[in-house]
């Protein structure tokens, strides 16, 4: 799919909680401690830390970056599956916060890890359809993982916030998009869970593997562009082994998609995943490299992205920090209760 008009990325923003659990301090919890683990510690919200505070941090900074007053943003959407209101939506908090109302489209949008790739879809959308200028989306999710879980173990805080605006004035042009979807029962939370649940045996190859490879060979077989042409591929990242495998299948070397495993370090942030992993890019990329990205999100699905880095991509890094920098930042806890609390996961009521 490519839009009408020329559209990019003119600005992008992060946020990761500064607060990390090691693994080791789950498992100790549950008795779990001779086995391995996927990552060795996870990203976790402050008590005064939730999807819509973080959310205004990553916009602020896609903002500044971009070099625009808020008020010319027509569109701001969040994707998440932990918004902390059910009705009320996180979309116009945030939207107000960083002076982007009255006059704005804000929405809230689900699709599991894939909410915020949803957003980026829409937002070039917008732009490129001449309706809109500017268009923000953001995809931002704090840890989910039910107590004593597997999930818990990479259920992870952060995400990353873009401006979609005119590509001349981009510091990545978007090329192309593809989605591909399914009615795959990999992952689900029904109302009044309080928790997801995961399919098992359904959440690998019939889920993430036959969505992401299918549309990233749809998206490849589109452009008519190879592995080989790209610099740089960022992949949904629900643990450091599933996008390896991946994009190996599909022929991409580790060079080109090593920068942008940040669950490395922190855990799947799932709706922020793999926008998070393409700000780790944009940090380091040059003029002229072209971006592989492809997203998942259970239920099922994936987008995919081919953008190609301009001479601005340098210029949109001073006004907000790196996603290093974020990472680097961080302040270990070993206390499982204080987790607890923070995460929300101890029930008063």
């Known amino acids: 799919m490519k839009t009408v008009r020329p559209v990019g990325l003119c600005g992008y923003g992060a946020y990761v909680p500064r607060l990390r659990i090691d693994a080791r301090s789950i498992a100790k919890i549950w008795g779990r401690l001779g086995r391995g683990f996927p990552v060795a510690e996870k990203s976790f919200p402050g008590a005064d830390e939730d999807t819509i505070t973080m959310s205004i941090e990553a916009a602020r900074g896609a903002v500044a970056r971009a070099g625009i007053d808020p008020r010319k943003l027509s569109a701001v959407w969040v994707g998440t599956e932990s918004k902390p209101y059910a009705v009320k939506p996180s979309s116009t908090v945030v939207a107000e916060a960083i002076g982007a109302t009255p006059f704005v489209n804000a929405a809230d949008l689900e699709f599991a890890c894939k909410a915020g790739s ?46 979609f605006g005119p ?48 549309c990233a060979r749809a998206l490849l077989e589109e452009t008519g562009l190879k592995p080989s042409d790209f610099r740089w591929a960022v992949f949904h990242q ?70 190609e880095t301009t001479e601005n991509v340098a210029l949109r890094r001073g006004d907000a920090p790196s996603v290093d920098c974020l990472l680097d930042r961080r302040q270990p806890v070993t206390e499982y209760a204080r987790y607890l609390h923070n995460a929300g996961k101890i029930r008063t009521h």
């Open 118 to 163: 949803e957003a980026m879809q829409m937002a070039a959308a917008f732009v490129g359809s001449g309706m809109a200028e500017y268009a923000m989306a953001i995809g931002m999710d704090t840890a989910q993982g039910k107590p004593g879980d597997e999930l818990e173990y990479t259920a992870a805080a952060g995400g990353a916030a873009y401006v």
């Open 238 to 307: 629900p643990n450091p082994r599933f996008p390896r495998e991946a994009a190996e299948e599909l022929g991409f070397a580790p060079e080109q998609f090593e920068k942008s495993l940040v669950c490395k370090r922190i855990g799947n942030t799932y709706a922020g995943s793999s926008l998070l992993g393409l700000a780790a890019v944009l940090d380091v990329a040059s003029p002229g490299e072209r971006i592989f990205m492809v997203s998942y999100g259970s239920g099922a699905g994936s987008d995919g992205f081919v953008f």
């Open 167 to 214: 590509a001349e004035s981009a510091a990545a042009r978007l090329v192309a998009s593809r989605s591909f979807v399914t009615d795959t029962a990999d992952f689900f939370r029904r109302a009044h869970m309080r928790y997801p649940e995961h399919g098992m045996r359904f959440t690998g190859k019939p889920a993430y593997f036959h969505h992401t490879l299918g």
